[in-house]
């Protein structure tokens, strides 16, 4: 069994094609066909159910294929592990994100970290706080950049506290509230919210606050991520959002108003705690981020909490 040959199986499962697999894996259909042929054979099974129309996976196809992944991903670390011995940083970085992290410059971060080592391969992806979390845990991501509601914690992971945050008022600009300088959850609780789905950690910070006081509030319109949606929904006098003060400004269209018993939220960096690859070792040492012990409530181990990363 040949690990060029697993890469083979699981193109042709991900492009449901043996054409489309050959171009992806720049080999001629028929050398690619004949190695999964030779791998079948070995394995005693047929991986894939071939017709003229489709080619679908098996059951001992969709057995072997987490294991060949596994087995590929392993290769890797292998040869990163090696090549990072030497001095040489190469790879996969895969990198999780909120689409409101403000304690870290990712663009600029990446964009340094891609001069300083061109031979790894940096893989974005977006998602919320708690769907990261589990990625980093299982392994599916090497580093996550989140943020959480103050009584909430990273677990299972190792991480780091990068900065908190209150949230601020996001208003269109002939919305009443606009001309204020500041309001409290009294005052926001009669509007129409825009926010995130329920049991997000993005929601949580807020029906959290709003609960605390005593107050009930509508939001009408969920969208998945904060993004340019939200503010676009706001500034169509839709409703209004709660969002940190350090990303607010990233938006247009739109007016921002200090909260005076706002939420705080607070942004984390984390890893598995199986250990860094390599190439997430080095992107969190350029942004000032240790290999230091951690446990697993998101704050290093002797470092303080408050403790945050410059852009």
């Not at 890797?76 to 090696?82: F, H, I, K, P, T």
């Not at 190469?90 to 300083?116: E, K, Q, S």
């Not at 269109?172 to 825009?194: I, K, M, N, Q, T």
């Not at 984390?270 to 697993?296: E, K, Q, Y």
Request: neutral net charge.
């Amino acid at each position: 069994m040949e690990l060029q040959q697993m890469r083979y199986v699981i193109a042709v499962a991900e492009t449901r094609s043996f054409t489309r697999a050959a171009e992806r894996c720049l080999v001629v259909q028929s050398a690619l066909s004949h190695q999964v042929a030779r791998l079948e054979k070995e394995l005693g099974a047929r991986l894939f159910e071939r017709t003229s129309r489709r080619v679908r996976l098996t059951p001992a196809g969709a057995a072997f294929l987490p294991a060949a992944r596994q087995c590929l991903e392993a290769a890797g670390r292998a040869a990163a592990e090696v090549a990072a011995a030497v001095g040489e940083v190469r790879g996969r970085l895969t990198v999780g994100l909120i689409p409101t992290v403000a304690a870290v410059d990712i663009p600029g971060a990446l964009r340094d970290f891609r001069r300083r080592h061109p031979a790894v391969r940096v893989g974005l992806r977006v998602g919320a706080s708690e769907e990261l979390v589990e990625q980093v845990a299982e392994g599916t991501l090497d580093l996550a950049f989140l943020g959480l509601p103050t009584t909430a914690r990273p677990h299972g992971v190792h991480g780091r506290e990068l900065a908190r945050d209150r949230l601020v008022a996001v208003v269109a600009p002939d919305h009443p509230l606009a001309g204020e300088r500041s309001v409290g959850l009294r005052r926001l609780s009669p509007e129409v919210f825009v926010d995130l789905p329920p049991d997000t950690a993005g929601r949580t910070q807020s029906d959290q606050a709003f609960a605390a006081a005593g107050l009930a509030r509508e939001v009408a319109f969920e969208v998945t991520t904060a993004d340019s949606l939200m503010a676009r929904l706001v500034g169509e006098g839709l409703g209004i959002a709660l969002l940190p003060s350090a990303y607010a400004p990233r938006l247009t269209g739109v007016v921002t108003v200090e909260v005076t018993d706002a939420p705080t939220r607070v942004e984390y960096v984390v890893w598995s705690r199986a250990g860094r690859t390599p190439a997430a070792t080095a992107f969190l040492t350029s942004l000032g981020i240790p290999d230091a012990p951690a446990d697993d409530t998101g704050r290093e181990v002797g470092t303080e909490a408050d403790d945050s990363v410059g852009e």
